[in-house]
């Protein structure tokens, strides 16, 4: 770890090295990740990915096999949860369902043997944070999702946790309150600044919600970053699927272009990664392919190859095509080249086509339909190892 | 083509099914559980209130009642916690010989309960497997109203766990972590989180215990020694009543034990609902 520089917010919690293991089945490995203060973390993974056992054992309900969490600087990693002081949202709430609302949210407060006024003070503090002063008096059963998921945490906040923790918190919420609910929780924890790590296997919410993303895939971490990074800049191939549609191109690098079966892009790569020879594997969005009737191309696109229009779909936001690439001469793309194939990993495996998307405007201005020949150009892209 | 008769099941609207299989039910039940009860109340009160009243305030009558009462209660007290804890351990560790455990604990159930009497006065009466060693000490805990509590703890062992167990199992995990990460003790989350969340079925497991024990006859008439006055209670002052021929004397007590059976399910079906709103 590097040591923080002067203007960044110091670091709130770390998890270093955490590997578990439940019977034979290795499901973390080697884990390591900070949340600074005030941030918001992501760990977004598909189901089974180890991420909530991540959670579990930050919040102490879980035993890690190798490494350590740390809280504000304090190792943590032996004391129970009770003495951990991390808030955890539960994906199902875990309301106290005797309780009313200000009886949750005072709960952390009564178990320390507060003063009563104290306890009453804070929780109107917190009801009006989390806009419930009117329900204060029901219980979890009369409110809805969303305002079930404020008391909890409202009920975690009320003693001052050292992180918060959400597990899958918009899971089972249906897709238009899931969306108007974590911009309201997103406003909320920038009010109360308190380092946050969510739990997710949803790509959007991630990009939304993080500060930054860490991509989880089989119990090791893919990459870290901002959710522009990991979009834009994904490390790996997981990390560029799983994030959306990804078109991949596998080649090999040359002397001053990458080559690949069917196209040649003109581009210099970093000579200290990349070497003559090496097998590589260039990755696209959708919205990065850029194509048109004429071979003029703006100057910073990169000509990838002719092709025919296969599919045109209008998928309400922008259009959909799938292009088929052809050679640029012919008889260069011979067939027994099989090192250079192209294949689009996401959505469908169909090799040799790659997937592109339209805005709107540029769909009706410049209408394609199934069988044009159109040059296809990329505005930008990113070069992988390949394995 | 013939005109469609109109069916019996739909006169102008009126579903006759309803009523008609509401009657057969009733019906039913008349011969089986209606009759035999209602018949307690009327030969009970054939003879004028005065004679019931006597029969009831008879000295042996109103001890034998205060002694089922009595010991029932505390073979209450007793299952309901045995029930809680053992519901408790049972559903919350998974371990070798678990489901064992279950099984032993719900066998007292099918068991006859006059066997339940036999076996224990096969190991506490006076020449039993501890009765024979602890005698001689004074210790005699057969024929006493021990004894009475003591088979009632073992005829209804499993009622009290058998209805707890299930809300535990079903409770979510979730809850008593939240509570954990709050940071209460586990003492704690018992308290304010998990025991609330079993009110309902406490009261139930309890209400039932109960009054299975009051009824008890089989084990208690082994163990108890049915002394009058002594170690009597209600259902064997009732069948001791019976064979002596005071037919009246034996019918004031089982009005007694009828509605109080009545009053306990009474307060079982309509408490639950109570007791679980949120």
């Given at each position: ?387 | ?70 010991t029932s209660?505390w073979a209450?007290?007793f299952n309901?916690?045995f ?21 032993t604990i719900s066998l007292p159930t099918a068991i006859p309960t006059a066997v339940a009497g036999f076996a224990l006065l096969l190991l506490w ?16 805990l057969?024929?006493?109203?021990g004894a009475i509590i003591l088979a009632n703890i073992f005829v209804t062992f499993p009622l ?49 215990t109960?009054?299975r024990a009051?009824?008890e006859?089989g084990s208690t008439?082994l163990v ?55």
């Amino acid at each position: 770890m590097s040591a923080p520089s002067d203007n960044a917010p110091p670091i709130a919690t770390s998890v270093i090295g955490i590997s578990k293991r439940f019977g034979k089945t290795g499901v973390l490995e080697n884990i390591n990740f900070d949340v600074a203060e005030g941030e918001v973390l992501v760990l977004l993974g598909a189901s089974g990915s180890g991420k909530t056992t991540i959670l579990r054992i930050i919040a102490g309900l879980e035993q890690p096999n190798r490494g350590r969490v740390m809280l504000h600087g304090r190792d943590v990693t032996e004391l129970p949860a009770r003495e951990r002081g991390v808030g955890v949202i539960f994906q199902d709430y875990a309301l106290f369902p005797k309780m009313t609302v200000e009886k949750n949210i005072g709960y952390g407060l009564r178990i320390r043997h507060r003063r009563r006024k104290e306890i009453r003070k804070t929780v109107d503090e917190l009801l009006s944070l989390v806009q419930l002063q009117e329900h204060r008096k029901k219980y979890p059963s009369q409110l809805s999702g969303g305002q079930q998921q404020r008391v909890a945490i409202a009920r975690t906040l009320a003693y001052n946790p050292e992180v918060l923790l959400f597990d899958e918190p918009f899971g089972a919420l249906d897709t238009q309150t899931r969306t108007h609910l974590r911009r309201e929780i997103r406003a909320l924890l920038r009010r109360v600044n308190v380092p946050s790590i969510f739990i997710t296997h949803d790509q959007e919410e991630a990009l939304e919600l993080g500060d930054r993303v860490a991509v989880i895939n089989k119990g090791h971490i893919e990459q870290v970053g901002t959710p522009y990074e990991i979009y834009n800049r994904p490390a790996t191939e997981y990390v560029a699927t799983f994030l959306g549609a990804a078109n991949i191109l596998e080649g090999v690098v040359r002397e001053d272009l990458v080559e690949t079966e069917c196209a040649k892009l003109q581009v210099q790569l970093d000579r200290e990664r990349f070497r003559p020879g090496d097998r590589i594997k260039i990755v696209f969005r959708p919205e990065d392919v850029s194509v048109s009737r004429t071979e003029f191309l703006k100057t910073d696109h990169f000509k990838l190859a002719p092709a025919h229009v296969e599919e045109v779909s209008f998928v309400g936001a922008y259009e959909r095509l799938r292009l088929r690439l052809e050679p640029p001469g012919g008889e260069e793309c011979s067939e027994g080249e099989t090192a250079y194939y192209l294949t689009t990993e996401t959505p469908e495996n169909r090799p040799h086509t790659i997937i592109a998307t339209r805005p709107k405007p540029e769909a009706s201005s410049a209408q394609l339909h199934i069988g044009d020949r159109v040059i296809v150009a990329i505005t930008s892209f990113t070069v992988l190892q390949s394995s | 083509m013939s005109t469609v008769a109109p069916t019996m099941r739909h006169v102008r609207g009126f579903d006759v099914v309803r009523p008609l299989s509401i009657g057969m039910l009733v019906f039913m039940m008349l011969p089986l559980v209606l009759l035999p009860l209602a018949s307690i109340f009327i030969f009970g009160t054939s003879n004028g209130l005065d004679k019931f009243w006597a029969a009831l305030t008879a000295p042996d009558a109103v001890f034998a009642l205060k002694l089922s009462m009595a010991t029932s209660f505390w073979a209450t007290v007793f299952n309901v916690i045995f029930g809680l804890f053992a519901a408790y351990v049972l559903s919350r560790y998974n371990f070798l010989g678990r489901n064992a455990l279950i099984v032993t604990i719900s066998l007292p159930t099918a068991i006859p309960t006059a066997v339940a009497g036999f076996a224990l006065l096969l190991l506490w009466g006076p020449y039993g497997t501890l009765g024979r060693l602890l005698t001689p000490h004074g210790f005699q805990l057969m024929f006493t109203a021990g004894a009475i509590i003591l088979a009632n703890i073992f005829v209804t062992f499993p009622l009290a766990f058998g209805v707890i167990k299930p809300v535990f199992d079903t409770m979510s995990r979730s809850l008593e972590e939240a509570s954990a990460t709050i940071g209460a003790t586990r003492w704690q989350t018992f308290w304010h989180v998990t025991l609330p969340s079993l009110r309902g079925a406490i009261v139930s497991g309890a209400l039932l215990t109960f009054a299975r024990a009051v009824g008890e006859f089989g084990s208690t008439i082994l163990v108890s020694g049915n002394l009058a006055g002594r170690t009597q209670t209600a259902p064997l002052y009732i069948f001791a009543k019976f064979n002596e021929g005071q037919i009246e004397a034996a019918n004031a007590i089982a009005i007694v034990l009828a509605l109080f059976s009545f009053l306990i399910f009474s307060v079982l079906f309509f408490a639950r609902d109570w007791l679980d709103v949120d």
